[in-house]
């Protein structure tokens, strides 16, 4: 079993938010605790994903953020090029942020700024073939180590919990 896997067999599975909830409940036993238990985990689980992304991403030499914008001219598809405000929607971060990391992308080679062919004003950024090299490698990467994180869970569990966290995830779009 990896380091990151579960056992989702074992009954007794007893872990720290355990103790967390078990030292609240005797310093507050007035306080519903069902939040805590559900949220604490999902902190810490975060903790461990961010972890397992900036090692799959370094081994490729990106940054998380490199990651975003790669990622998301990626799955456009051929020929991986978006418009500046597409990325922006894709990616959630501010226009001059955009600006900043196209520029840094494109002085790596990663990204190519193309004159827009339907605005003149306007321009399309475009992945490079080291950019998608990058991109593709970090991604199987990522798969690699998310794997390894659920792998004590059935697949039938794995879906179950994509579903309820997609239910969670309902109210915020």
């Given amino acids: ?58 081994a490729h030499h990106i940054e998380p953020w490199e990651f975003d914008v790669l990622a998301a001219l990626r799955r456009a598809g051929a020929p991986y090029e978006l418009s500046p405000g597409r990325l922006l929607r894709e990616t959630l971060v501010t226009s001059g942020t955009m600006t900043n990391r196209v520029d840094r992308l494109n002085s790596r080679g990663l990204v190519d700024r193309l004159p827009d062919p339907n605005d003149r004003r306007g321009v399309l950024v475009r992945l490079t073939r080291e950019g998608k090299a990058a991109v593709d490698g970090a991604f199987e990467a990522l798969l690699t180590a998310e794997a390894e994180i659920v792998a004590g869970l059935p697949e039938e569990e794995r879906a179950r919990l994509a579903d309820l966290l997609r239910t969670l995830m309902g109210p915020f779009g």
């Fill in 1 to 58: 079993m990896s380091r990151f896997s579960i056992d989702a067999t074992m009954p007794d599975m007893h872990d720290e938010v355990d103790e967390l909830v078990d030292a609240w409940a005797r310093e507050r036993p007035d306080l519903d605790l069902g939040p805590v238990e559900v949220f604490s985990r999902i902190s810490r689980l975060s903790r461990h994903l961010d972890l397992a992304r900036r090692r799959a991403f370094a």
